[in-house]
């Protein structure tokens, strides 16, 4: 997977903007890494199945997660972040 450019949905900017400021902070630190090495372990990426199946998920934490897109040319939309149940949103 090539990671050329993230750009974001108003829906991620909103959940982002209500984060605690320790996972906001984890959440910066957690896209540099997948920018340098988007199979890097730590982030537990994995494709997602039943109505989010086009999506991808990585871990920010235990709790939280980033659900996003893959568009064509290594470009990435990042569609959601939150504590796993932002997979039922």
């Known amino acids: 997977m090539i990671v ?12 982002f903007s209500k984060l605690p ?3 906001k902070k ?6 540099t890494i997948f ?3 988007p199979l890097h372990p730590s982030l537990r990426l994995h494709q997602l ?3 989010l199946e086009n999506s991808w998920s990585i871990s920010v934490t235990m709790d939280y997660r980033i659900i996003f897109d893959r568009i064509d040319g290594g470009d990435i ?8 149940d932002i997979y039922e949103k």
Not at 4 to 15: P, T
Not at 26 to 31: A, M, R
Not at 77 to 84: I, N
């Open 35 to 37: 920018k340098n090495n």
């Open 21 to 23: 400021n320790h996972i």
């Open 49 to 51: 199945r039943g109505r």
């Open 77 to 84: 939309f990042f569609l959601s972040v939150g504590k796993h």
């Open 26 to 31: 984890q959440v910066v630190k957690i896209e």
């Open 4 to 15: 050329k450019n993230i750009y974001y949905s108003k829906k991620f900017i909103k959940l």
